[in-house]
């Protein structure tokens, strides 16, 4: 069989790999680019490949970066069947037309700037209508059952403990009558989660695709009672000063676990939680509304814990201070209270929705506080804060960063180093290759080398647009298509030159804020030397 990389390679979004057998193709996964912009540049280029083509598709789960080009697969052509469990399957219901929603209010923003430049409009990557309709495709699957999806591949969904519905995929593909198997380990979730079962331990396999988003670090706050803790101190020191509590959160997975444990630990830490009790918290986000709905559909799903909670008859999605929003205007009135309040709301990137409005208003605000409970992508939004911006821009207005601004990772959906070396371990009969996905540039290398330290397995970075022929007995590297190099060299280029972009106006930035001549004239001197190089071989490049 033939593997192309044509999505988180390189990067921690876009999940999308190509599979070719010599009887079938399909996708494993058809995920959005998210974070930078020069990543998302990515999500209206055509498929490299033909979506008609297609057999069918595995999703390994519902969240955006995972499956959020299905609806423009469709479009394109696609229209076999997408291989999901039950809770993908309703979550995508609800995340595919909410992301489709974004794509219209987005291009309707993008569309009155060209129309002031005097050009022509552009349309949205896909509609709410056809998200919808592109839903037609979904079919459930259950965990732990082998599936026959066509002559030659089987699969089987295992539980990955990373959101509700999300798989780690076994795929055994027969040829010239062998079984080859490869596990592809989806976004693997953490140990000892709220609500979530543990992930699945996998037995055996000839190739292994992991993620590696935390594979060079580890989560500094595990245990429930420490992350609960330092959250209540985050909340009582903030409410002491008058301030609110905003924590930008994915409207599927975080959401519902803060929910569950601030319900769970309010009689553990009962002389800290009656400081807060009467504290206003909200859900600002009508898509983690339908998704914490969806979470009590599916408590077949849910650990051992949680299904303890429910049998006592306590809803461990609910405490008495808990609202919903739904309408924008309840969501505007947020920033007009006097109190102080939690707010959590989406996108857990800080890069689209409610959140933005919120941070607007709360962080400039020195008695305010940002907490950040989810993986932050280079390029966004939260991941500039988080990385120390004195201002950020949010809908054109420079907002200074005044608030405390907190991370509290072992709320993370991703399993940290230890986790991913854990669940590798745990396979009785190791893989012969590992490929490294759904990480950064940095992260990875370090990952590969602790993986072959550790178990002695040769590891393997795909580049995106790589290609690898997979067999029983080994694996070598295939050369694209012409077509396929020559599109990602000039992306390449395109994603340097966005990257240029952002680092000129950063540098613009300093300047300007250095007019009180805290650098010495030497040093701007030097500046405007290098600076007249590059502007030369700009020049050169045009010609």
């Not at 079938?24 to 990515?42: H, R």
């Not at 990557?125 to 592109?134: F, G, N, P």
């Not at 929003?325 to 990137?349: C, F, H, Q, V, Y």
Request: hydrophobic letters at 40%; a negative charge; aromatic letters at 8%.
């Amino acid at each position: 069989m033939n593997i192309t990389f044509l999505g988180a390679a390189e990067t921690v979004t876009g999940s999308c790999y190509l599979v070719e057998t010599r009887e079938t193709k399909f996708l494993v996964d058809c995920g959005m680019f998210q974070g930078s912009k020069n990543e998302a540049i990515l999500n209206a280029e055509p498929f490299s490949f033909n979506p008609g083509d297609l057999d069918f598709m595995l999703l390994s789960h519902a969240h955006i970066d995972h499956s959020g080009r299905i609806p423009k697969l469709y479009m394109d052509g696609f229209k076999g069947d997408i291989y999901a469990t039950k809770a993908t399957v309703q979550l995508c219901g609800i995340m595919l037309p909410d992301s489709g929603h974004i794509q219209e209010t987005e291009n309707e923003w993008t569309n009155r700037k060209r129309q002031r430049a005097g050009k022509s409009a552009v349309k949205p990557i896909y509609t709410v209508k056809e998200a919808t309709d592109c839903l037609r495709l979904f079919k459930s699957v259950k965990y732990d059952e082998v599936t026959k999806v066509s002559e030659d591949v089987k699969v089987r969904f295992n539980d990955a403990g990373h959101i509700l519905g999300s798989s780690i995929i076994e795929i055994w593909v027969n040829e010239s009558g062998k079984d080859t198997k490869i596990v592809f380990s989806g976004d693997l979730g953490n140990k000892d989660m709220p609500i979530l079962k543990d992930p699945s331990l996998i037995s055996d396999a000839d190739y292994l695709v992991v993620e590696s988003t935390y594979g060079d670090r580890l989560h500094s706050h595990k245990q429930g009672a420490e992350r609960i803790e330092k959250f209540i101190n985050i909340i009582t020191e903030t409410v002491a000063m008058g301030g609110n509590v905003v924590i930008p959160s994915f409207a599927v997975g975080r959401t519902q676990e803060i929910i569950y444990e601030l319900n769970k630990y309010m009689d553990v830490f009962s002389d800290k939680v009656n400081k807060i009790l009467d504290l206003p918290v909200f859900v600002d986000s009508p898509l983690a509304t339908s998704a914490t709905q969806i979470f009590r559909e599916n408590l077949d799903c849910f650990d051992e814990e949680a299904k303890a909670y429910i049998a006592n008859g306590d809803n461990p999605l609910d405490f008495p201070t808990l609202q919903f929003t739904k309408s924008p205007e309840e969501s505007r009135k947020l920033n007009e209270r006097k109190d102080s309040i939690i707010i959590i709301s989406a996108s857990g990137m800080c890069d689209a929705g409610r959140i933005k409005h919120h941070l607007k208003h709360n962080l400039w605000r020195k008695d305010s506080t940002v907490l950040f409970v989810g993986y932050q992508a280079e390029g966004s939004l939260g991941r500039r804060i988080i990385d120390g911006a004195p201002k950020v821009k949010i809908f054109g207005e420079e907002i200074s960063v005044n608030a405390r601004i907190e991370v509290i990772d072992g709320f993370s959906g991703h399993a940290d180093k230890e986790g991913l070396l854990s669940w590798i371990g745990s396979f009785n009969r190791k893989p012969k290759k590992v490929f490294i996905v759904h990480g950064e540039k940095e992260t990875m290398p370090v990952f590969a080398e602790t993986i072959t330290g550790e178990f002695g397995i040769q590891c393997i970075i795909p580049a995106r647009g790589d290609s690898f022929v997979v067999s029983t007995d080994k694996v070598y590297e295939n050369v694209p298509s012409a077509e396929l190099q020559h599109k990602f060299k000039r992306l390449t280029v395109v994603n340097m030159l966005e990257n240029l972009k952002e680092e000129f106006n950063e540098l613009a930035q300093i300047l300007k804020t250095d007019l009180k001549q805290e650098k010495s004239d030497v040093e701007i001197d030097e500046v405007a030397a290098k600076l007249k190089l590059i502007e030369k071989a700009f020049l050169e490049a045009l010609k």
